[in-house]
């Protein structure tokens, strides 16, 4: 009977000793319990809780080890007060008596503590004091205030022996001790002065961050608000506390993301404007100068940042309303709208949304508010006109570098984005473009644009321009100028004309490219001389409809002709119509023109007559656009804006530098030459060049040019007509002549 309570007794000196040498650990407790339970079931211990115990012993070596720091620390700081370098020490010698008034051991300790870290032992019974309270009130994380001191008094000494060593004062003794002294010197050598410098701070602020309790980033110059604390009141019996459900905080609403709008580059004084370098084709011809064009201040034109959280707070309550749950994201201000990016609350549908476009411009006293799903996010886009609208200017737009990297000579410059950002498109890669859009849209001016950006980038010899202007209204303005292959026809029976014309250009266009083996013109121009080079030809059409109600059998039959087969031939078609029905944009002309651009129309019919989708009758007009472009999604442009005096000062500087050549369209047939005609186009011409190439031997286009000064279309034609009476031999490769057979009659 006396055994089981010496052994329970037994346990528990191992479970002080354990508590005294070790931590706390809940895992050491359930180890051993079960082992020491069994001895303590009789033993008159069994009537305490063993936890409780283990909890009480570790309070008690808390106590102990606080009580010993703090005794410890005002011992050790008589010590280090009271030193004295004549008193005996491990490194002094000395019969005096020890003036020290922690004794003998003060004397040795402090003269060893000094030695070590120099003036950071002061610091010492500092943080041991320190220590002692910590344990006495039952602190935390012991460790990390030990070692954030020992990095403090080592980081403390290092300084002090870069700093004083420095400015030489105390040279005699190290500041920091033999440890500064050392590690200083150590990373002097290694690190130079500064970095040594770098160090020792960066030490220094990693002990302080271990030592305090409050991080560095909660620092703030923001005043925090005051937390009303809520009275806590006692529950009434019966009521569980568990079954309670409490209500979270109320989270804080994010404001939207406000995207940075487009620095525009302030415009220059022209005063003291460098002059612009001219710009020059191989064949001698000056691009136009961008000085011809007019400069628009528009930065006060973007809303300000209160009107947009404003609308962004509107937006989201009048949703809420019809009970539409969800929260603006980001805001994306631009030169004529502004997008406001709403993201749905889960079950949200979109045409629910897309539906409430009338109420929302309502409710912002908006002239109209475009609705549309963002490709790619999982945000609706929700457009609402500026109340101060930018001008955007055309010279910008060919200023931007995306305008002048591009390499085509049919680059379309159209306009700006949302976001302000520059959008040119590429007519050869469309091919064809059909843009619609009722009176007073923009339509005109954007086709302007669209025959400028072509004059800022091509010259007479690489683009030409076929012009039909049913309204003798936009296109006159571009007459005599040197691209045109034809003055510009307004009478709606000569347009048809001139399309067919057009489709006979590109038969015979084709018929060139398989005798070079060239796919496309680009191809057959890079191994034709400059005499054979061939131009792209643009045909623009201003108003269709006219065209189509004086015979739009023919009209159809070209245009449908052209759209499907001229675009390896070099020939593009830029139509636009006033009246985007089906009887005017049929089925098989809608068919063949991929790219389309719809500016605001009366209903959605007519908007989906153009882009198969409705969107473009809550446009603003004046230039604002959809573009639908092959492989692409809908995009929203706001056209570039060109005046009539920038068209006529471009046009007056191209026409000084030559006049139209009319003579290429006009030997083009209007209808197919009959058969028992077809010695009609053998005139004096064509005797002159059988009787050269009879002198010579051989024959070329180049060379009928050089000896009768000729256009290429006209020797081209001439030599067709060789080979037609087979006086030419087959063709040797691009560039060489052919052989001339004996004339036999």
């Known amino acids: 009977k006396l055994s089981q309570p010496i052994i329970a007794v037994l346990f528990s000196v191992k479970i002080v000793y354990n508590l005294i040498c070790y931590n706390y650990d809940d895992e050491f407790f359930q180890k051993i319990q079960p ?73 040795y300790l402090s003269d060893l503590i000094f030695v070590l870290i120099g003036f950071s032992a002061y610091s010492l019974p500092l943080f041991l004091a320190v220590y002692g309270i910590r344990r006495l009130l039952a602190r935390e994380k012991h460790r990390v205030y030990l070692v954030g001191s020992v990095f403090f008094i080592f980081s403390f000494a290092l300084m002090s022996s870069l700093l004083l060593s420095t400015f030489n004062i105390m040279t005699d003794t190290s500041p920091g001790g033999m440890t500064g002294h050392f590690v200083s010197q150590l990373l002097k050598n290694y690190l130079s002065p500064l970095g040594a410098y770098i160090c020792s701070l960066s030490l220094f602020l990693s002990s302080l961050i271990l030592l305090t309790p409050v991080p560095f980033t909660s620092f703030s110059l923001r005043k925090k608000k005051p937390r009303v604390k809520e009275e806590k009141k006692p529950l009434e019996k019966g009521i569980i506390e568990e079954d309670i459900l409490i209500k979270e905080p109320e989270k804080l609403k994010p404001e939207p993301v406000f995207a940075e709008p487009l620095q525009r580059p302030e415009p220059s004084k022209p005063a003291k404007a460098a002059p612009e370098q001219k710009i020059l084709t191989k064949e001698g011809y000056e691009l136009p100068s961008v000085e011809l064009l007019k400069v628009y201040d528009a930065s006060h034109a973007r809303p300000a940042k209160e009107e947009l959280l404003a609308n962004s707070s509107q937006l989201e309550s009048k949703l809420a309303d019809f009970d539409v749950e969800g929260k603006i994201t980001h805001v994306n201000p631009g030169p004529v709208v502004t997008m406001y990016e709403f993201e749905p609350a889960p079950g949200v549908k979109i045409n629910k949304v897309v539906s409430l476009a009338d109420d929302l411009a309502l409710s912002l006293k908006s002239q109209s508010l475009r609705v549309s799903p963002i490709h790619g996010k999982n945000t609706i886009g929700i457009e609402v006109p500026n109340k101060l609208r930018e001008i955007v200017s055309f010279r910008e737009i060919i200023s931007s570098d995306i305008f002048k990297k591009s390499q085509s000579k049919l680059t379309l410059a159209l306009g700006k984005n949302i976001g302000g950002e520059s959008i040119i498109a590429d007519l050869t890669k469309m091919p064809h473009l059909l843009v619609a859009g009722s009176t007073g849209a923009g339509k005109s001016v954007s086709i302007n644009s669209m025959v400028m950006s072509m004059l800022y980038k091509a010259s007479p010899k690489e683009v030409k321009m076929l012009m039909i202007d049913p309204k003798l209204l936009e296109l006159s303005m571009y007459e005599e100028i040197p691209h045109l292959v034809a003055p510009v026809i307004t009478n709606p029976k000569q347009a048809a004309e001139a399309l067919r014309k057009m489709v006979f250009e590109m038969e015979r266009r084709y018929r060139l490219l398989a005798e070079k083996g060239a796919r496309n013109i680009d191809s057959y121009n890079r191994t034709a001389p ?31 002709r052209l759209a499907q087969m001229a675009r390896a031939a070099g020939i593009h078609l830029i139509i636009a119509t006033q009246r985007p029905s089906v009887d005017v944009i049929t089925g098989i002309i809608k068919a063949n023109f991929p790219a389309r651009i719809s500016f605001q129309v009366f209903s959605k019919i007519d908007s989906r007559t153009i882009l198969d989708s409705q969107g473009a009758e809550q446009l603003l007009g004046k230039g604002d656009m959809l573009m639908m472009l092959p492989g692409s999604k809908i995009t929203r442009v706001h056209g570039a804006f060109v005046t009539e005096d920038e068209i006529h000062a471009v046009t007056q500087f191209i026409k000084s530098q030559g ?22 186009d053998r005139d004096d011409m064509y005797y002159k060049a059988l009787e050269f190439g009879e002198s010579a031997g051989e024959v070329s286009i180049s060379s009928i040019q050089r000896r009768f000064k000729i256009g290429y279309n006209r020797a081209a034609r001439i030599m067709e007509m060789m080979e037609d009476d087979g006086l030419v031999g087959p063709p040797k490769g691009a560039g060489k002549p052919r052989d001339f057979l004996r004339r036999t009659h």
């Open 530 to 560: 400059d005499e054979e080079q061939m131009p792209y030809i643009v045909v623009f059409i201003d108003e269709l409809a006219d065209l189509m109600f004086a015979s739009s059998r023919e009209v159809e039959d070209s245009i449908t």
């Open 659 to 680: 006049s139209p050549d009319y003579s290429f369209f006009e030997t083009i047939p209007s209808e197919p030459p009959p058969l028992e005609e077809e010695n009609e």
């Open 35 to 107: 082992e020491c339970l069994r001895a303590l079931q009789i033993s008159p211990c069994y009537c305490y809780n063993f936890r409780d115990m283990a909890k009480d012993l570790k309070k008690i070596k808390d106590e102990i080890l606080g009580v010993v720091s703090l005794f410890s620390s005002i011992y050790l700081a008589l010590s280090l007060f009271s030193y004295s370098k004549w008193d005996p020490s491990f490194f002094t010698y000395s019969r005096a008596a020890v003036r020290n008034y922690g004794g003998v051991v003060g004397a």
